[in-house]
């Protein structure tokens, strides 16, 4: 006589972080009401790297969190291999589902050969990922739409959108214009405007070149749209050396600017990045604390927002199989 057994499981969440950011992580953890867990990192003399997680993740939804940097003497790189170990343990610990959660993720900008002979390297830390053992990716505000389709799995792409927003409509008054610091972002700075339209918010656009074969370097040419007498927000991904901002911001100003803003959900500031935006003419610089701001770094005019509680309803929605698009109207995918 065969005989089945039919058992009822308890879901189990488990959220784990690397080194890089591990306050926001911990910022998650209490929006989610969870305890965040021990990865126990031990590296060796020859900087390789060994979590062993403090609990058994058996049959468990495991989230592990690293944004993609450099800190503490580490490099963007290290903090990437870091996370895959950790995927990877967690993998052959028997999770029940492993979810890379990258607030953001490293390498974006290559997303596609712009010259000859060059990497897709965004395509290739996707295959990691998945080689490693992650079923799905949660990350924010990704540097173009398409890098959602280089990960062969579910990919929650959240926006910072509605922090920004918040603090637009706390901090400025009518007549804002936001102003994309690129053709290719036209599309959220609309969106961004819509959101505003009861703050007579309008749309312009920066028409930039950037040199061949040099990295990191633009040249604001022209602007396209109203900006005559007006606040003038700048709203890009991210933020690295700030030449491009800083730019855009001195011809927004040539061209009749009021007062000029910088708002960005990444703030990368390498290298002479806090020099030029301290010596700018914009007058507050708006991140979000999806990256580290190390102390050296903070300067007056720039200002921190949080999107924990965005990583966490996300984190939330994945782990209870609910809609993450909901959670922006639908508004996140592009």
Same mark, same amino acid.
């Given at each position: 006589?065969?005989?089945?057994?039919?058992?009822?499981?308890?879901?189990?969440?488990?959220?784990?972080?690397?080194?890089?950011?591990?306050?926001?992580?911990?910022?998650?953890?209490?929006?989610?009401?969870?305890?965040?867990?021990?990865? %126990?990192?031990?590296?060796?003399? %020859?900087?390789?790297?060994?979590?062993?997680?403090?609990?058994?993740?058996?049959?468990?939804?495991?989230?592990?969190?690293?944004?993609? *940097?450099?800190?503490?003497?580490?490099?963007?790189?290290? &903090?990437?291999?870091?996370?895959?170990?950790?995927?990877?343990?967690?993998?052959?610990?028997?999770?029940?589902?492993?979810?890379?959660? *990258?607030?953001?993720?490293?390498?974006? $900008?290559?997303?596609?050969?712009?010259?000859?002979?060059?990497?897709?390297?965004?395509?290739?830390?996707?295959?990691?990922?998945?080689?490693?053992?992650?079923?799905?990716?949660?990350?924010?505000?990704?540097?173009?739409?398409?890098?959602?389709?280089?990960?062969?799995?579910?990919?929650?792409?959240?926006?910072?959108?509605?922090?920004?927003?918040?603090?637009?409509?706390?901090?400025?008054?009518?007549?804002?214009?936001?102003?994309?610091?690129? /053709?290719?972002?036209?599309?959220? /700075?609309?969106?961004?405007?819509?959101?505003?339209?009861?703050?007579?918010?309008?749309? /312009?656009?920066?028409?930039?070149? $950037?040199?061949?074969?040099? @990295?990191?370097?633009?040249?604001?040419?022209?602007?396209?749209?109203?900006?005559?007498?007006?606040? *003038?927000?700048?709203?890009?991904?991210?933020?690295?050396?700030?030449?491009?901002?800083?730019?855009?911001?001195?011809?927004?100003?040539?061209?009749? /600017?009021?007062?000029?803003?910088?708002?960005? @959900?990444?703030?990368?500031?390498?290298?002479?990045?806090?020099?030029?935006?301290?010596?700018?003419?914009?007058?507050?610089?708006?991140?979000?604390? &999806? +990256?580290?701001?190390?102390?050296?770094?903070?300067?007056?005019?720039?200002?921190?927002?949080?999107?924990?509680?965005?990583?966490?309803?996300? +984190?939330?929605?994945?782990?209870?199989?609910?809609?993450?698009?909901?959670?922006?109207?639908?508004?996140?995918?592009?």
């Amino acid at each position: 006589m065969n005989k089945t057994i039919d058992k009822v499981t308890t879901k189990r969440m488990a959220l784990y972080t690397g080194r890089t950011h591990p306050q926001l992580a911990e910022e998650v953890a209490q929006h989610l009401e969870v305890q965040l867990g021990e990865a %126990n990192i031990v590296e060796f003399a %020859n900087g390789e790297i060994r979590p062993r997680f403090g609990e058994s993740v058996r049959g468990g939804d495991v989230f592990i969190m690293q944004t993609h *940097c450099g800190a503490d003497g580490r490099s963007v790189n290290d &903090s990437i291999m870091e996370q895959l170990i950790m995927i990877d343990a967690a993998y052959r610990a028997s999770a029940k589902r492993v979810t890379a959660v *990258c607030p953001f993720y490293g390498y974006a $900008r290559q997303d596609r050969k712009a010259e000859g002979r060059e990497p897709i390297t965004a395509r290739l830390i996707a295959d990691l990922f998945k080689a490693a053992g992650s079923k799905r990716m949660v990350s924010i505000d990704l540097h173009s739409g398409q890098i959602q389709g280089f990960f062969e799995g579910p990919v929650d792409h959240l926006t910072a959108m509605p922090v920004l927003e918040n603090y637009v409509r706390a901090n400025a008054r009518d007549g804002v214009t936001i102003v994309s610091p690129d /053709a290719g972002r036209v599309k959220v /700075a609309e969106r961004f405007a819509q959101h505003l339209a009861d703050m007579d918010a309008d749309v /312009a656009f920066i028409n930039k070149r $950037r040199p061949k074969g040099t @990295t990191n370097v633009a040249e604001a040419k022209e602007v396209i749209g109203d900006v005559d007498g007006r606040l *003038c927000i700048l709203a890009d991904d991210m933020i690295d050396t700030g030449g491009t901002i800083v730019s855009a911001a001195d011809l927004l100003f040539k061209r009749g /600017a009021k007062e000029v803003w910088a708002m960005a @959900t990444h703030g990368v500031l390498s290298g002479p990045a806090i020099e030029r935006l301290e010596n700018s003419s914009i007058s507050r610089v708006v991140l979000t604390n &999806s +990256l580290p701001l190390p102390v050296e770094k903070r300067i007056a005019k720039i200002e921190v927002l949080s999107v924990a509680k965005i990583l966490a309803d996300a +984190l939330a929605a994945v782990f209870d199989e609910t809609s993450v698009s909901d959670l922006f109207d639908g508004e996140n995918q592009s």
